[in-house]
């Protein structure tokens, strides 16, 4: 089995999708107190949407003495959203850290926070952060909203749900919040309650492509390729530049057997996106099924230079020289994905594979002993394993496989 991924992608997406992102300006501040009706032109600029005329008007409001209290809590919590918009999070917590040190009832700091600690991926700070706005102010639905993508992103999706529902109770016109509860019903495999809530997010917002993007991915994980693919094509139509979405259509065209249409979607996701490693990696598979295993093996090591943590290039390489016969190149493909993955069942049955081709039947043996300890349920790795042990002549052994592989799975074999 030769290893393809979809992709998920939330509700705010630039080249590297990210829940977090965008989300500075919303809390962003409207203005400074003060005796004089007008604002000072630091004031003025330090409220300015542009990070680089922002930061050097809060510098010099903090910097002149002359400011209350309360101005220089929000002139360090714009500056902090102005450092955000750079990309310098570091920067902006520190900001952040300054204005609720001035205020620590100030909810939009601690919001602004919490939103830079989710995109630092310090996700526990960020709840922490995100409670204390909602003990501050208990209807930001944006406070329940980034609580969820957290909790989302720690893999705790009954909590991101229950967020998400607390975010749409409150602005029940909240497509990013069905958005996102609709990825989490998906990560549960709830499916028919995920596509009920990218419909509503397409109700909401008809131009909503990451909507249509993620309820393909619905259709795809139930089967239904058709469905899928013509809600990538509507996300492509309303995004031409959606590379996410190129990759997924390329996904169902490749469930369909259709291969050189998904090796097209790859291609232009690839031309998109260079450094898009999951297409590559797809694009690998689907000339992987047409047997064009040298493609497929420089596609798997552009991903393994892209991505040198990511376990099923090497697993799918070493499934391409396997194919080919190079079966000591698939075994040190196969070691490098369980030095990645050890807890993989798949990686021990391939390789066991690869050892019972090259004649090495102790070792196949081990590895499909291995994988059974990690899937009891694994029917493959009992076949293969009968294949084995029949082949050292253990047939009493090998027919106790079979008769295990066969109660798992009634077509094993066949």
Known sequence: MTIRD??????????????WALLFVLMHIAGFSGAATAQTLDQQRCSAPDPDVAIPGCTAMIQSGHETQENLAKAYNNRGNAYGEKGDLDRAIADYDQAIRLDPRYAHAYYNRGRAYGEKGDLDRAI???????????????????????YGDKGDNDRAIADYTEAIRLDPKYANAYNNRGNAYDDKGDYESAIADFDQAIRLDPKYAYAYNNRGNAYHYKGDNDRAIADYDEAIRLDPKYATAYNNRG???????????AIADYDEAIRLDPKYALAYNNRGTAYYEKADYDRAIADYDEVMRLDPKYANAPYNRGRAYDAKGDYDRA???????????????????????????KGDYDRAIADYTEAIRLDSKYAKAYYNRRLAKRAKGDSAGGDADIAKAKQLNSSVGN
């Open 6 to 19: 979809a992709a998920m992608i939330g509700p705010t997406i630039t080249a590297m999708p990210s829940r």
């Open 128 to 150: 922490a952060d995100f409670d204390q706005v909602i003990r501050l102010d208990p209807k930001v639905a944006l406070a329940y909203y980034n609580r969820g993508n957290a």
């Open 251 to 261: 996904t169902a065209y490749d469930d369909k057997g259709d291969y050189n249409r």
């Open 331 to 357: 075994i040190a493909d196969f070691d490098q994905a369980i030095r990645l993955n050890p807890k993989d069942a798949v990686y021990y049955n391939e390789r066991g594979i690869a050892y019972r081709h």
